[in-house]
T-cell receptor, first 120, second 109 residues
């Protein structure tokens, strides 16, 4: 079974600075997807960024980018120019590409989460 | 556009009492629906998923049950709550990616 580990329960950053959230995972599969989700205090969780394991290029989404190290099974999230609205709990998640059927999109393995605080 | 709603947002229940959490999706038909639980200090864990009316699959053995009485309605239930049922429950649906509701925080005392 796959596991996802976020070793940083809490992180903090000054507004406008850069912060990196760590995530490692364990899998025997070669094809899979990785995600970062954001859960702000209003509680609705939203997708921040996704990475396909077969793509070597790191995904980027505006101020959010990832550092995907497949051999090391590491998937960190970098937030540049941090804003107050970035304060949230961030979850790293894994999805197997081997699953078939429509429900495979919904079967994710999540890490424990990292609470990010942004200081003005 | 599609939206997903959960209620109640917060619930405090005594041990042994029943539970009913509701989730409704709007703007789509025949969605795949999911119940996840976030226990304190842990990541989200998939509890149930449903591909259609009356079709429920359980991912982990537990004290809870799920039902799908209508196409866009997903209900999480328990006949007798345990302390260990406390947590944050998230309903979700997928279209390529997973979209979550606002969540329901359950405290069992």
């Amino acid at each position: 079974a796959q596991t996802v580990t976020q070793s940083q329960p809490e992180m903090s950053v000054q507004e406008a600075e850069t912060v990196t959230l760590s995530c490692t995972y364990d899998t025997s599969e070669s094809d899979y997807y990785l995600f970062w989700y954001k859960q702000p205090p209003s509680r609705q969780m939203i997708l921040v960024i996704r990475q396909e394991a077969y793509k070597q290029q790191n995904a980027t989404e505006n101020r959010f980018s990832v550092n995907f190290q497949k051999a090391a099974k590491s998937f960190s999230l970098k937030i540049s120019d941090s804003q107050l609205g970035d304060a949230a709990m961030y979850f790293c998640a894994y999805r197997s590409a081997a699953l078939t059927g429509g429900t495979s999109y919904g079967k994710l393995t999540f890490g424990q989460g990292t609470i990010l605080t942004v200081h003005p | 556009s599609q939206t997903i709603h959960q209620w109640p947002a917060t619930l405090v229940q005594p041990v042994g009492s029943p539970l009913s959490l509701e989730c409704t999706v709007e703007g789509t038909s025949n969605p795949n629906l999911y119940w996840y639980r976030q226990a304190a200090g842990r990541g989200l864990q998939l509890l149930f998923y449903s591909v259609g009316i009356g079709q429920i699959s359980s991912e982990v053995p537990q004290n809870l049950s799920a039902s799908r009485p209508q196409d866009r309605q997903f209900i999480l239930s328990s006949k007798k709550l345990l302390l260990s049922d406390s947590g944050f429950y998230l309903c979700a649906w997928n279209h390529q990616e997973l979209f979550f509701g606002e969540g329901s925080r359950l405290t069992v005392l």
